[in-house]
């Protein structure tokens, strides 16, 4: 349950909570009537309930599953679970299996991970990193940096061969506190046949700390520089996830002609303005008052303790997600849309966690299907004047669709580069 350097448990609490702050529901999780997903499912949930040891034996029966699909993070989020629960062997089993046999290589992520923090008096800890630090150094072998205003940025560029006139440089934006890596099985498809740009953020990764607040416009300015100076000029596809969906489209609201094609995977919802954020909630038959006694004191007290407690990295980019939902997301659309193909994935899965709920207000699963099928005519209302507009509901999905479903977004991205070409081959111009 980990997000680039932090503990997932944060990441999807915080998610949810600032979504209640701008009241939008974000609720990760899959919805399959496979076995092994519905088994990881109840793990998740478990682990969001503090429940380590029944989310531990969870993971347990689902990588025993006659339907197995164990992924590296699957093996990662139960040592989580393990090590919470007090079971150390089985922590360092799955860890140590995730490294032997898998290559695990996120070495910034698992020093860091306070998940983890009870394995570190072990003996078996330290040879540990020591692997994950060579599986590192061998698959970045070639790690790249930028240079901005004195401070170094982790960058992966890749199918430079490509890199022709006219011909879309495919950019990827990461998530809230994440790293390029989440894309790895994206990128090296579409890396065939097209230049492909991916970064860290700065204080991400690799990448230093600037020192600078991430406004959409130090981002957008830095990620616009990089593209130039390594010679990757417009036009440019802009791939991004979740937080990283309000700087593409201010990227595309600073610079229109720029745009080859816009594709925002499970967005945070910058399409929300004032007064609309209650809607779902009275739709339900919640009173105001209602709403602002659930909502309105918990979630202060959730960032006030957040801000405190998290690393830096994580709060910078929650603060902007703040501001931002005040302004009502003003950056992303100051220009509108320009006609090139934009495509919004939606991951669709609601889970229902066992154990001890918060207190029940209303039927929180079809509070999530009401709040999505709101935002989702929000987005449609986005697609219509577009002539390439695309809207993908994956039912299957986590949030995390680059790496639940990387063969979607793959074709995502190709519709995306075969509609630019008509435009191309139409006359038409971008806006």
Not at 9 to 38: C, D, E, G, P
Not at 164 to 189: C, H, L, S
Not at 249 to 269: C, K, M, Q, T
Not at 324 to 340: G, I, R
Request: glycine share 6%.
């Amino acid at each position: 349950m980990i997000v680039s350097f932090i503990n997932e448990k944060h990441m999807k609490t915080t998610i949810s909570l600032l979504a209640l702050l701008t009241s939008t529901v974000f609720l990760f999780a899959q919805n399959s009537n496979q076995r092994y997903s519905v088994l990881i499912r109840k793990a998740d949930s478990l682990y969001q309930l503090a429940e380590y040891k029944n989310s531990a034996l969870a993971f347990s029966e689902a990588f025993n599953a006659p339907d197995a699909k164990i992924t590296t993070t699957h093996r990662y989020n139960a040592a989580c679970s393990y090590a919470l629960a007090g079971s150390t062997d089985s922590a360092f089993s799955n860890l140590n299996h995730i490294t032997t046999f898998m290559n695990y290589s996120r070495y910034t992520h698992i020093k860091s991970d306070p998940d983890l923090k009870s394995l570190h008096v072990d003996s078996r800890w330290k040879p540990l990193i020591e692997m994950v630090k060579e599986n590192k150094d061998k698959a970045y072998a070639k790690l790249d940096f930028i240079t901005l205003n004195g401070y170094k940025i982790e960058v992966h560029t890749t199918g430079l061969q490509y890199n022709q006139t006219n011909k879309p440089v495919i950019v990827f934006e990461n998530g809230m506190a994440d790293t390029y890596d989440r894309w790895n099985g994206v990128i090296d498809e579409v890396s065939k046949t097209n230049t492909v740009f991916a970064y860290n953020r700065p204080r991400l990764g690799e990448s230093e700390d600037d020192s600078l607040p991430p406004t959409t416009g130090h981002i957008v300015s830095n990620l616009r520089k990089m593209l130039l100076e390594r010679g990757l000029k417009p036009p440019y596809l802009l791939v991004s996830h979740s937080f990283g969906g309000v700087y593409i489209r201010s990227f595309a609201s600073y610079y229109p002609n720029e745009i080859a094609g816009l594709i925002f995977v499970d967005p945070i919802d910058f399409t929300k303005k004032k007064g609309m954020g209650e809607l779902p909630y009275l739709e339900m038959g919640l009173t105001k008052h209602q709403i602002d006694s659930a909502f309105g004191k918990p979630n202060k007290d959730f960032l006030e303790k957040l801000y405190v407690e998290m690393p830096r990295y994580y709060v910078e980019e929650v603060k902007i997600s703040v501001q931002l939902t005040h302004t009502e997301f003003n950056e992303c659309d100051q220009n509108p849309l320009p006609n090139v193909p934009v495509h919004f994935i939606m991951a669709g899965g609601y889970s229902k966690s066992g154990g001890d709920n918060p207190p029940l207000v209303c039927d929180w699963e079809k509070l999530f299907r009401v709040s999505e099928n709101l935002k989702m005519k929000r987005y449609l209302q986005l697609l219509y004047p577009l002539t390439y507009g695309k809207l993908f509901y994956c039912s299957s999905s986590s949030h995390f669709v680059q790496t639940d479903e990387p063969d979607l977004l793959i074709s995502s991205i190709k519709l995306a580069l075969i509609d630019y070409k008509k435009i191309q081959r139409g006359g038409k111009t971008i806006r």
